[in-house]
């Protein structure tokens, strides 16, 4: 594996298996994987303009959830008045990252530090491995609680991934019923996708498999995320020719009501495991 820094400006690096098998990462917005070229072909979508405005929120790539997924419906935080409220998504997408290399993987790594005392009363070290292999990135996730008390954590990545068209794309053995999170309602599955191409926002509750076929793009996207990590979310934002796979630990509003919230103990951990796999479609 070979690291090298692509744009010094923005702060882009290249982890690199070979010219036709690479990721780009930046360590400084969020640790966020900017691209990923699997077998010579762009994986991830990623608006490389709005990244160059850094009052926005990155729009692409892999963003990285923590220690909350979706947002808390409150208006104070949950840790008392001394704390800021949380926002949507943690601050894990916009802190700076450390990350480190070698012959295997790529390990990114959050920890505590001013700004995240801000918000969330604890030590901790995200660190987050990945292994980029050929139609393949693996991810092995360990949080670890550095503090005396137990600590709550919800945990996601938000992959966007390049389509050729709404109408091209086929959703692989989702469950039945899903939520659709914008109106908080549980509906048919089936039926809320029809509407993809005015985009919509969905959580279910998976087998800890969630794919796509894109007819066009002769390709299939699988994401495995084994229990606890197993929660998909489905979100499109038309007119960007873009889906985000999302798998999540929990659902949104978590912190608040405890529904499949983690509590790590203190001076322990809790792991996730999970895979983006290619396979071309004749």
């Known amino acids: 594996m070979q ?3 692509s744009n010094n400006h923005q702060g882009i690096f290249v982890f690199q298996l070979d010219q036709n098998n690479y990721i780009k990462f930046c360590p400084q917005r969020g ?8 077998d010579g072909k762009e994986i991830l979508y990623f608006d490389e303009k709005r990244f160059m405005d850094k009052t926005k929120s990155i729009r692409g790539g892999i963003p990285i959830l923590f220690p909350i997924c979706g947002n808390l419906n409150t208006s104070s935080s949950v840790f008392g008045k001394d704390f800021l409220q949380l926002k949507q998504h943690g601050f894990a997408r916009d802190a700076q990252w450390q990350y480190s290399f070698n012959e295997k993987s790529l390990c990114l790594i959050l920890s505590e530090s001013n700004i995240t005392k801000k918000y969330y009363p604890f030590d901790f070290e995200l660190k987050i491995e990945v292994f980029l292999k050929i139609n393949c990135l693996e991810f092995q996730i360990t949080i670890f609680n550095k503090t005396d008390n137990a600590m709550p954590i919800n945990f996601g990545l938000h992959p966007y991934f390049n389509i050729s068209d709404f109408k091209n794309l086929e959703f692989i053995d989702n469950p039945l019923n899903c939520q659709n999170q914008e ?7 089936l039926d809320e996708l029809k509407n993809i191409n005015l985009g ?8 800890g498999i969630s794919a796509f076929r894109d007819k066009i793009l002769k390709r299939q996207v699988t994401l495995n995320h084994p229990y606890p990590f197993d929660l998909g979310v489905i979100w499109s934002d038309p007119p960007r020719r873009m ?3 999302e798998p999540w630990t929990s659902p949104r509003n978590s912190f608040i009501d405890g529904f499949r919230n983690i509590m790590i103990p203190s001076n322990d951990n809790q792991r ?11």
Do not use: R
């Open 200 to 207: 919509v926002d969905l959580l279910m509750y998976t087998s």
């Open 243 to 245: 889906i985000c796979l």
């Open 183 to 189: 109106k908080n309602l549980i509906s048919k599955t």
């Open 3 to 5: 690291l090298k820094l």
């Open 31 to 38: 640790g966020v994987i900017t691209n990923w070229v699997s």
């Open 272 to 282: 996730f495991d999970a895979s983006i796999q290619i396979k071309s479609l004749k």
